[in-house]
């Protein structure tokens, strides 16, 4: 009978044969990456300047949803270094999607990496680490090699926020630089249409000061583009192509419903039954903008509420969905929160799992919506919220959260018919006198104008036009 022959660990030549592999650069810096080529996110300036800054010393951690542009924005980001005459040896990257290298320590990795590059990358370097969500303990692993390595700058990404992590979330997290990529936005995806010229320059005076806003060239055309971005475009893949958007989609489509849910990192986290929770991301999906509870979640998927609460909060730590709480009448929240809103990040995600809509759609008020609150959701440091009472509801609000009162109400509309009768939002105008606000915003389908209403000063502005306006100012606040 022959000897079994023994089999032995994963070599370090292996492995040192696999990171020479990813850097394609350290034997020429001539190398044109892949993704160097396409053009880049309006957020990519504002993570080069996170990355190039070292007067504090914090690895940079780059966060988005899956299938988002992370992996892109890096290669373009070590493209832009190698353009400035950084030293090839200098800068390493390492997909940690592999499965041949995520069982490893991220020590050893680094320090494998170090010996791969003949050390150059020890001093005034960068790391790229992408997907590190693959590993168990990243962050407790990481935090060490900062003071083991100080001329290093680490730059992670991760398709799961931290928060989810089960470390010292709160020590760690506070010494991370943060970004986050969003799925493409509306006024992303117009400039990648080169269809910039629907939108023109405007103002519009805002509690008796003139601010900058904008108007459309062409409604019309404005809206048939944010439709078709509605439905496909807040995918990169999608908004890129020069094909038809549902022709890319359908052949996108089972590889970016494979890769969102990431399943097997949701097995890291503790989460078995993956058919379970992408049947409820699908089902989420459908109610995208719809009051929902858990008890009501429960009814419909068969799902126990214990891990409805776990399934909603890995889809949400995911950037895959958002969870908007409700509040009362005076913008005070419950004690418990019993009914709540899930949001898609991304419309088109509807579309993967089930089909385009037309304007005239009857679900069109919630996914309008749904794009609305996902340009908004890139702004992670601001907390929407909406109010439901036993006589009406509010779409959005901003609440200060110092003082405790709305700093801000929106009544999204997909139509024009309030623009002419005013008086019937009675729901707006109940809360913003109840809560003394005297101006107040509401959506239409493609009219803009100045109503007053008992003092109530109330904007009408297209869906469209809000949406790109939002955008704007996002990326403008990220800029500062």
């Given at each position: 009978m022959p000897k079994v022959k023994q089999l032995n660990p994963l070599s370090d030549q292996y492995i040192s044969e696999r990171i020479h592999f990813e850097n394609t650069w350290w034997l020429s810096s001539k190398t044109e990456l892949e993704f160097s080529s396409k053009s880049k996110r309006a957020y990519f300036e504002n993570f080069i300047s996170m990355l190039e800054d070292r007067s504090v010393r914090k690895p940079v951690l780059l966060m988005g949803p899956s299938q988002s542009g992370k992996t892109v924005i890096m290669e373009q980001a070590i493209q832009h270094l190698l353009d400035k005459g950084i030293s090839a040896m200098k800068i390493a990257y390492i997909g940690l999607g592999n499965p041949s290298l995520n069982s490893l320590e991220l020590s050893k990795l680094?320090?494998?990496?170090?010996?791969?590059?003949?050390?150059?990358?020890?001093?005034?370097?960068?790391?790229?680490?992408?997907?590190?969500?693959?590993?168990?303990?990243w962050l407790d692993e990481l935090m060490p090699l900062l003071d083991q390595y100080p001329g290093v700058q680490f730059v992670v990404s991760s398709s799961v926020n931290p928060s989810f992590y089960p470390g010292d979330v709160v020590y760690s997290l506070n010494k991370i630089k943060e970004f986050v990529l969003p799925p493409i936005t509306f006024t992303e995806y117009l400039s990648i249409k080169k269809v910039d010229q629907l939108i023109l320059p405007s103002t519009i005076e805002w509690r008796g000061s003139q601010h900058n806003f904008y108007a459309a060239s062409n409604i019309k055309e404005l809206n048939r583009q944010f439709l078709e971005y509605l439905n496909y475009g807040s995918f990169p893949q999608i908004a890129y192509t020069k094909n038809s958007s549902s022709e890319a989609m359908k052949s996108l489509m089972p590889a970016i419903l494979q890769k969102s849910i990431l399943s097997d990192v949701a097995n890291v986290y503790g989460i078995q039954n993956i058919q379970e929770l992408n049947?409820?991301?699908?089902?989420?999906?459908?109610?995208?903008?719809?009051?929902?509870?858990?008890?009501?979640?429960?009814?419909?998927?068969?799902?126990?509420?214990?891990?409805?609460?776990?399934?909603?909060?890995?889809?949400?730590?995911?950037?895959?969905?958002?969870?908007?709480?409700?509040?009362?009448?005076?913008?005070?929240?419950?004690?418990?929160?019993?009914?709540?809103?899930?949001?898609?990040?991304?419309?088109?995600?509807?579309?993967?799992?089930?089909?385009?809509?037309?304007?005239?759609?009857?679900?069109?008020?919630?996914?309008?919506?749904?794009?609305?609150?996902?340009?908004?959701?890139?702004?992670?440091?601001?907390?929407?919220?909406?109010?439901?009472?036993?006589?009406?509801?509010?779409?959005?609000?901003?609440?200060?959260?110092?003082?405790?009162?709305?700093?801000?109400?929106?009544?999204?509309?997909?139509?024009?018919?309030?623009?002419?009768?005013p008086e019937e939002l009675k729901n707006l105008i109940h809360f913003c006198y109840q809560n003394e606000m005297d101006t107040a915003m509401v959506t239409t389908l493609d009219t803009e104008a100045v109503k007053e209403v008992d003092e109530l000063n109330l904007h009408f502005v297209p869906a469209a036009i809000y949406a790109y306006v939002v955008g704007v100012n996002t990326l403008e606040r990220a800029t500062r």
């Open positions: 680094v320090a494998m990496i170090h010996q791969a590059s003949a050390k150059q990358t020890e001093t005034d370097s960068y790391i790229f680490l992408d997907d590190i969500h693959y590993l168990n303990y049947s409820l991301y699908a089902l989420l999906a459908n109610f995208t903008g719809k009051e929902v509870s858990l008890e009501s979640l429960s009814s419909i998927s068969g799902i126990e509420k214990y891990l409805l609460r776990k399934y909603i909060e890995y889809l949400e730590a995911a950037f895959l969905i958002r969870v908007i709480q409700r509040v009362d009448e005076f913008a005070q929240k419950f004690t418990r929160a019993n009914y709540f809103k899930v949001y898609l990040t991304n419309s088109a995600v509807r579309t993967l799992f089930y089909f385009p809509v037309e304007a005239t759609d009857e679900s069109m008020p919630e996914l309008v919506s749904t794009v609305i609150f996902s340009q908004w959701l890139h702004r992670y440091r601001f907390t929407p919220y909406y109010a439901r009472w036993t006589q009406g509801e509010i779409s959005m609000l901003g609440i200060d959260e110092r003082r405790d009162k709305p700093q801000g109400a929106l009544e999204i509309k997909w139509t024009n018919y309030f623009v002419n009768q």
